[in-house]
């Protein structure tokens, strides 16, 4: 009974060894495993759940199952034009074939720093291939807005006319999402068969260099000095266009009013002609002395001249005698 006893203890001791030892272990959502054996690879498991191994011969190693990414360093590239610029880059990654990673990396570091060397030299051969607009920008919007404006806008289109220089971007054929496709295309065939899926490769930010950055800026300030003359030189014109229609508005208003106070003073002298007519009709003497009189005191008045007072011109002031 004592020597079962003892079998019984053992075997419970052996038993809580084994489950010390772990012989289980889990597979988290978001992970996947490389179990190896000496250093060999016997066995992964991407789905998450409960699995067994071998107490202290097997070695579970983790990776992250979802997306990675990573931040590379900023480098000095040189466009087609051989203009230099500073590029940015971010990419993501996941691991699809943790055996294939582990062969190769064995540790994130170590595929952090393949990665980067790749991705490096993809965005180096791609951009040094292309001009400059093609790594700016993405599309053509900037000239067909700008051409809608101008079919749009008289105004436009006269500033246009105005400035010597094509104000026009350069046409982009590729433009900036089909280099970072390029980027991405070149860079994973370089790292077919390491376990790894490059997914994009994005600028971060791209800029000039300091040597180019004052070029730029002259060449800023100039197109945008081109661009007040013109708008200046077209208020100028449209002020002497308003200016000279001014002046002929009131060269019109003044001749139409000039017109109809003449029509007014004949109407005037008309009906006046009229009245001295029918009033000569009336009393032909008073007529004579009524006329007399307006030419006395338009003649008269502060005139210094002598007359005979015999004249028939004063035979109504003075009387036969010549006395008043």
């Known amino acids: 009974m004592k020597k079962l006893l003892g079998w019984l203890a053992a075997i419970a001791i052996l038993f809580g060894l084994f489950i010390l030892t772990g012989p289980f272990y889990i597979v988290n959502e978001g992970k996947q495993v490389v179990i190896t054996r000496f250093s060999k690879i016997v066995d992964s498991h991407t789905d998450a759940g409960l699995y067994i191994k071998v107490p202290f011969l097997d070695h579970v190693i983790e990776y992250p199952k979802l997306i990675l990414s990573l931040d590379g360093d900023a480098q000095s590239i040189t466009t087609k034009e051989n203009q230099y610029i500073i590029v940015d880059t971010t990419s993501r990654w996941k691991i699809v074939d943790p ?30 291939q292309n001009r400059m607009s093609e790594i700016v920008r993405s599309s053509n ?13 008289e105004e436009t289109r006269e500033i246009d006319s105005l400035i010597n220089a094509d104000t026009s971007n350069e046409v982009v054929s590729k433009g900036r ?32 260099s300091a040597e180019l950055n004052q070029s730029v800026y002259n060449s800023m300030i100039k197109d945008r000095n081109q661009v007040a003359q013109a708008y200046r030189s077209l208020g100028e014109g449209k002020k002497a266009k308003w200016f000279g229609k001014l002046e002929n508005d009131k060269r019109t208003i003044a001749s139409e009013a000039y017109r109809k106070s003449e029509e007014i ?8 002609a009229a009245i001295y007519a029918a009033a000569y009709n009336k009393d032909p003497e008073f007529y004579a002395f009524w006329k007399s009189m307006e030419s006395y005191k338009a003649n008269l008045k502060d005139y210094p001249a002598t007359y005979s007072t015999k004249m028939d011109y004063f035979k109504y002031l003075y009387g036969a005698d010549g006395k008043r």
């Open 177 to 208: 999402s089909e280099l970072c496709r390029q980027m991405v295309v070149r860079a994973q065939a370089e790292l077919n068969g390491y376990g790894i899926e490059l997914l994009d490769i994005v600028p971060r930010q791209v800029k000039y």
């Open 99 to 128: 055996i294939a990673f582990y062969r190769n990396f064995q540790t994130q570091d170590n595929a952090y720093n393949k990665i980067s060397d790749i991705v490096d030299s993809s965005c180096r051969t791609v951009i040094t």
């Open 265 to 272: 003073k004949g109407n005037a002298d008309a009906q006046a």
């Open 141 to 153: 919007i900037i000239n067909e807005n700008k051409q809608s404006k101008q079919d749009e806008d």
